[in-house]
């Protein structure tokens, strides 16, 4: 399973969801982050978290690659723009006081955590009573099919059930995929104390100069974006 197109052509204005998925302006998820504090999963070079940033959040980045932060912190410094940067698995947030943020966001990170409810968890403590988690991801269902070759017609390439790890390049690193179910995403998110707000399946989005869509994406969608809100306990 391939991230598609376009994968290094994110924004530092506008708060991308993914690759080709669409943007805050298509989706409307975040509200206003003037004077919010805003946590990344899964960060990479840090782009969303300068939008974040350049929208007045206090913005902070966690990703697992050492590499991908040393990245992120060069950007920053190009951009001008204060982000708290910090290497880190993505369920492993010790460095925050519980309560502490307003928003949890992660745009295509998810897959590479094997326990996602973990995960979950996590952000829950860290996140204040009422405030939001934010995440997209490859859609479960899109994720059984072999896309890496756009002109070959869409062919199953594993069980929907088979949660086995698959090997991806990651900015020159090889990486473990994980594929979560639909159940495993949305029930996790309930017994870790959420409320789910959106789940919303997006047609892909055309980009000119990019390479064509996978066959495979007219029948199902490629993404999974949800919102999902802390209820206290």
Do not use: W
């Not at 399946?201 to 029948?219: K, L, N």
């Amino acid at each position: 399973m391939s991230f598609g197109p376009g994968t290094s052509a994110i924004s530092t204005d506008i708060v991308s969801y993914g690759p080709d998925v669409g943007t805050e302006e298509d989706f409307r998820l975040l509200g206003d982050l003037k004077g919010k504090r805003v946590l990344e999963l899964g960060c990479g070079t840090a782009q969303r978290c300068i939008a974040f940033a350049r929208q007045g959040a206090t913005a902070i980045g966690v990703d697992f690659s050492a590499e991908l932060i040393d990245a992120a912190k060069r950007l920053c410094e190009r951009e001008g723009v204060r982000v708290e940067l910090r290497q880190s698995d993505l369920a492993d947030l010790a460095f925050l006081r519980a309560d502490s943020v307003d928003l949890v966001f992660s745009a295509y990170a998810l897959s590479y955590g094997r326990d996602v409810e973990r995960v979950f968890r996590q952000a829950h403590r860290v996140l204040k009573v009422g405030a939001s988690l934010v995440f997209s991801l490859p859609h479960p269902v899109y994720d059984i099919f072999d896309d890496n070759d756009v002109q070959r017609p869409p062919v199953v390439a594993r069980s929907y059930f088979d949660r086995a790890a698959s090997s991806v390049h990651r900015s020159g690193e090889i990486v473990e995929l994980h594929h979560h179910t639909l159940a495993d995403l949305l029930v996790g998110l309930v017994r870790s104390g959420y409320r789910i707000e959106t789940v919303i399946e997006p047609e892909p989005v055309r980009v000119p100069g990019h390479v064509a869509h996978h066959p495979a994406s007219r029948y199902v969608p490629r993404a999974l974006v949800v919102r999902a809100r802390k209820e206290g306990f």
